[in-house]
């Protein structure tokens, strides 16, 4: 009896050493049948389950509209020209010549290409290239009815609704319909727009040399329009007349005379951009078009401007106008070469909710806040102080605030040794690094950055959130801002600080969504840590002083806790300030211009700015201190208004250490506690604590207190190890003695400045007036008692201030404003403005 043939039968027996692991017939053509059927299976089902979705020819939606963070529109991309026209009223070339250049099987094809599937296919597979097979059917079903699609099932699907469409509509309706809907670039759709944006002339017009050239930029009419790319765009034209008439679409003799046609350029932007709305319509285009500065961006300029996409930022239009009303408030004598630079950024997520960077987009399409670069003046000075925090120095750590003051060690460009001075020139002593960030005080600042290392703060700077791009210098005097920075990445930077520690993104695009509300990006909010959080703190907390008791003195108006610093360059060349409540940042940035032309496009170099408003008329220059912080707090006053009242993380200052036995010991370490001996008197708490085993260290205190009694105890009930040193603070029995102050020379000096100066130095101020033929109103004629004399801190010094001439009528007292121990004093037309006050 025969043997009965197996179907699976491998390997096959009587075949040769190849042949018998070669498939059947039987498996060849099984298999065939099989992958048949479930292909017509497959496509059936689709068939039947795919219908044309409604709404071909509504271009209007596919406007890209940008909206406010309330759901308001702020604007559109691509502002749409469209007019319907009939095709039969074009002349047959017209249509054609797209036919020609975009799918010349259209008018025998049923809606797909199965040759130039394949043909697609090899060349993708084989590494020929990637090319594309759509039809003039399909590319319509694709840019109208599904929006770009890559995907293969997406590609499946749009094959199927484009052999439906050409089921159910003439060839001449498909391609009329595509005429009057295609993105012909310049905010036109339709041919008919794109007729009279490109030749001025209607489509019925369009000579063939025309046609060819409009049906030539289609795939990429932003890229290719002859007034961006003429090489690309005279190809892409020569390309399409040849095909023409290889389809006998014009005759011989159109060919030899046709030339590529002259066009009308492109228009600047139109005033639908004017204000503020072309700035952060900007800001939204750079975030998310791809380019070299940007490739991570999502979408190409075309797509960008037909994919009828809805943006929402993260701006704040309330916030937008307080900005934009704190521009506007600047007194009428400053400079017309001045602006001003606003940036407030959530420092939990990076959102951008105000960016003011100019007046009117048009007339200055520069965006000064994102655009352009200040010197950063003292703003860099908590960037040295993140530094040394890190290195474990202390707040209560004391540097000399005295001016002026030589570093041998660095060298200024003249080779000699770094000379720095206090703005003002005002001496402050011994000062701590929390008064030191209070008063700015250069001197005790430049010694603490040659301590931890200039290359300190660059890195930190860098590390808070200033661009690697940005070259700071590892030099000395970079804690004094010589660095021209970005308001918007002083705004990332000082959010990092905000959000002790936490590094945010700045972004203007809070999420991007399709036309059937599926959201596809989402702003980058994600937190990086890159300090520690309670060094953080202590650095709040200093620049909180910066508010209660120095030059950012006005946003105490607030009523809430504010942290920040002021800033002022070289020469007053830029005037900062830079502050935050736990819930919002925003930096505020001055600066004059040196050449300013708004008719030639011309923005350049940086000047001292002129005084001007009640600074001018104090006879005083613009500095952080003055405009920037009045700006600053007027735009927050209406920013937190109903926002809580919330607190800064409270610093917590490193434990007291102490000096262990240095004897090695092989035994576990033996802890004590440290008994509070305040009171008793020091021979007896000497002797308990050596009954402890620990070492008793006497210092000395001025005390009405007994002498020799104990007024403090170091590491009192803590356990420390046996032999650690305890200081015993020891009333001498002598009353303490107020700390003598010299009283500075401030004759001839503004009133403001002179009461600064002497407030500096810890001294109380009364004011009288007298008449004076020698010395100018406002500005001091004597001090009592006399500058020079040596006077206990604390101690009232009386300022005679000048009521000019006797014979001139007196003016009318007012009160000065109180300004800074730091930004004050002083006169734009003094010579010698120090390196980076305020």
Do not use: C
């Amino acid at each position: 009896m025969a043997r009965r043939r197996r179907f699976w039968n491998y390997p096959r027996p009587h075949k040769g050493p190849v042949q018998r692991w070669l498939p059947s017939w039987r498996i060849v053509v099984g298999t065939g049948l099989t992958g048949a059927a479930l292909g017509a299976g497959l496509f059936v089902a689709a068939w039947s389950t795919t219908t044309i979705p409604d709404g071909l020819d509504q271009v209007n939606n596919q406007a890209t509209t940008v909206y406010w963070a309330d759901g308001k529109e702020m604007g559109t991309f691509a502002e749409q020209k469209r007019e319907i026209v009939d095709l039969a009223d074009l002349p047959p070339y017209v249509g054609n010549a797209v036919v020609a250049s975009e799918d010349q099987t259209f008018w025998t094809n049923k809606g797909v290409d199965p040759k130039g599937i394949v043909r697609a296919a090899l060349s993708n597979v084989g590494g020929g290239g990637t090319q594309g097979a759509s039809t003039l059917t399909q590319q319509y079903v694709e840019r109208y009815y599904l929006d770009t699609t890559t995907s293969y099932a997406g590609k499946a699907r749009e094959a199927i609704i484009a052999l439906k469409v050409a089921q159910a509509q003439p060839k001449e309706e498909v391609l009329g319909n595509y005429l009057n809907t295609i993105y012909w670039g310049r905010g036109t759709y339709g041919i008919q727009a794109a007729s009279q944006e490109y030749f001025g002339k209607d489509a019925k017009d369009l000579t063939p040399s025309e046609a060819a050239m409009l049906s030539g930029i289609i795939p990429s009419p932003v890229n290719w329009d002859p007034s961006i790319n003429l090489d690309q765009a005279k190809a892409r034209w020569e390309r399409s007349i040849t095909k023409m008439h290889e389809q006998g679409y014009i005759t011989d003799d159109e060919l030899a005379k046709a030339e590529f046609p002259k066009f009308k350029e492109k228009k600047e932007a139109s005033n639908r951009r004017g204000g503020q709305a072309g700035y952060l319509l900007s800001a939204v285009r750079k975030e998310l078009v791809k380019s070299e500065s940007n490739p991570d961006g999502l979408y190409t300029e075309e797509e960008l401007d037909t994919r009828g996409l809805k943006i929402t930022t993260t701006i704040d239009p309330k916030l937008q106008n307080a900005a934009v009303d704190v521009a506007k408030s600047l007194p009428d004598d400053a400079s017309k070469k001045v602006r001003m630079s606003l940036v407030s950024v959530d420092p939990q997520t990076g959102a951008v909710r105000a960016l003011y960077g100019g007046p009117d987009y048009v007339k200055q399409s520069l965006n000064t806040a994102t655009q352009d670069v200040m010197q950063a003046g003292s703003t860099f000075k908590p960037f040295t102080l993140i530094g040394a925090l890190e290195q474990g120095h202390t707040l209560d750590e004391t540097y000399d605030g005295n001016s002026p003051k030589l570093f041998p060690e660095a060298k200024g460009d003249d080779g000699e040794p770094w000379e720095v001075d206090n703005f003002g020139y005002y001496d402050y002593g011994q000062v701590s690094l929390e008064q030191a960030t209070a008063n700015s005080v250069n001197t005790a600042y430049a010694e603490l950055n040659e301590e931890i290392g200039p290359e300190t703060t660059e890195e930190v700077a860098h590390r808070a959130g200033i661009r690697k791009k940005t070259e700071i210098g590892a030099e000395p005097s970079n804690v004094l801002g010589t660095a021209s920075v970005y308001p918007i990445d002083l705004a990332r930077a000082y959010s990092t600080i905000a959000a002790q520690g936490y590094k945010t993104t700045p972004h203007v695009v809070e999420k991007v969504e399709t036309l059937d509300g599926t959201t596809v990006y989402e702003g980058p909010k994600a937190q990086e840590k890159v300090f520690e959080p309670n060094d953080m703190a202590a650095a709040t907390q200093a620049m909180t002083k910066v508010v209660e008791e120095g030059s950012g003195d006005t946003a105490l108006e607030l009523d809430r806790p504010v942290a920040g610093k002021t800033g002022t360059s070289q020469l007053n060349r830029s005037a900062w300030f830079a502050g935050f409540v736990p819930q919002l940042t925003t930096v505020v940035g001055l600066r004059q211009y040196e050449t300013l032309d708004l008719d030639e496009g011309l923005m350049a170099g940086q000047e001292t700015i002129d005084p001007f408003g009640e600074w001018k008329a104090q006879g005083l220059g613009i500095t952080g201190g003055s405009w920037p912080v009045r700006a600053w707090t007027d735009f927050m006053a209406v920013a937190t208004e109903g926002m809580d009242v919330e607190e800064f993380p409270e610093y917590v200052p490193p434990q007291p250490t102490y000096t262990p036995d240095p004897t090695p010991t092989e035994t576990e370490e033996e802890l004590v506690t440290v008994p509070d001996l305040t009171g008793q008197d020091v021979a007896a708490a000497t002797a308990e604590l050596e009954s402890l085993g620990l070492v008793a260290s006497p210092q000395a205190q001025n005390s009405e207190e007994p002498k020799g009694r104990v007024l403090q105890t170091s590491g009192a009930n803590t356990e420390v190890p046996v032999g650690s040193t305890i200081t015993l603070v020891v009333s001498t029995g002598e009353p303490e003695q107020p700390e003598q102050v010299v009283i500075p020379g401030v004759e001839g000096q503004p009133r403001t400045a002179a009461e600064q100066q002497l407030r500096a130095q810890g001294l109380e101020v009364a004011v009288t007036e007298d008449y004076s033929d020698d010395v100018a109103p406002g500005a001091v004629i004597a001090t009592d008692p006399g500058s020079g004399s040596s006077v206990d801190q604390g101690s009232t010094v009386t300022l005679v201030v000048s009521l000019g001439p006797e014979e001139e009528e007196p003016p009318i007292p007012t009160d000065d404003p109180t300004d800074d121990g730091n930004n004050g004093g002083g006169n734009d037309d003094e010579p010698g403005w120090p390196l980076g006050g305020g």
